[in-house]
């Protein structure tokens, strides 16, 4: 039976890019370092030769994938979604189920190229000597420790050994990110990604701004420093702690 390929010559280069990581994303949470760039052809319906045209060799592939996992563009649109007519606990629990899909689907390609020895590169964006950000071997590196960590999502552990839950919701640094053209000048890409994120979840406050303790850009802050604190702490069988019960007792106190 012939295979039937993507015609992938109208595309542009950019074009062509996206659609080979989209592609290739879910055979790197599936096969880590181990993925081919031939199943990778398969998957998008393309020759194994168009990946060449776009990308020197696997390693960059692999580098795009880790910067598109760690992009939180598909949770902040979702966060956009939220309907700002229902109760603030619900809109702030279906930003937390948002925002913690993103580190699950971050986690899964950032674990499985950990587990399959991919750990200690530089990572895209980042030299050698390191830069202060979170280029993407460091987060493969982040994602891979065991210790307390380790019984939750692989993406979670990493957003928990940040060092500061807002941060970790945003990710890494931004694919395509340029200096003074796609965030201000003097900031790196991960700063961006935490001020979009806090700027989204901040919108959901606005309908109650006059009533509010604090200014909605503050309380963000806070609760995504609440929604990546350990929600499994204490180990055990605890159950983990529920993006409606955050939001609840966030909104409302822990008094009935």
């Keep these: 039976m012939t295979e039937t390929r993507r015609r992938a010559s109208g595309m542009t280069p950019e074009q062509r890019r996206d659609m080979i990581v989209k592609a290739a994303l879910p055979l790197v949470a599936e096969h880590g370092a181990a993925v081919t760039t031939a199943q990778v052809a398969r998957a998008a319906a393309i020759g194994e030769a168009t990946i060449f ?5 696997k390693d960059a592939l692999l580098d795009a994938c880790v910067l598109q996992a760690l992009d939180p ?7 956009a979604e939220v309907p700002l007519d229902q109760p603030l606990a619900a809109r702030l629990a279906e930003a937390a189920e948002a ?3 993103h580190l699950d689907r971050m986690g ?4 499985a190229l950990h587990a399959t020895g991919r750990a200690g590169r530089p990572g895209p964006g980042r030299d050698a000597a390191g830069d202060g950000r979170r280029g ?6 982040a994602a891979g ?3 307390p960590d380790a019984g939750r999502g692989r993406g979670e552990a990493d957003a928990a050994g940040a060092g500061d839950g807002a941060g970790a919701a945003a990710g890494g640094d931004e694919p395509g990110a340029v200096e ?7 900031t790196t890409g991960r700063e961006a990604s935490v001020a979009r994120t806090i700027a989204a979840v901040a919108e959901l406050f606005e309908p109650e701004r ?4 604090l200014p909605p850009e503050r309380l963000a802050a806070i609760y995504l420093s609440m929604l990546y604190a350990r929600p499994g702490l204490g180990g055990g069988d605890r159950e983990p702690v529920r993006a409606q019960e955050l939001a609840e007792v966030f909104v409302h106190g822990a008094l009935a």
């Design 180 to 186: 003074g053209r796609d965030r201000p000048a003097g």
């Design 136 to 141: 993407g071997g460091e987060a493969v590196a």
């Design 99 to 101: 925002l913690r899909a």
């Design 53 to 57: 045209r776009v990308f020197a060799d």
């Design 73 to 79: 563009a598909r949770a902040l649109r979702e966060i």
């Design 108 to 111: 899964a390609v950032i674990g």
């Design 145 to 147: 420790r065991g210790g």
């Design 210 to 213: 006059a009533s509010l303790r």
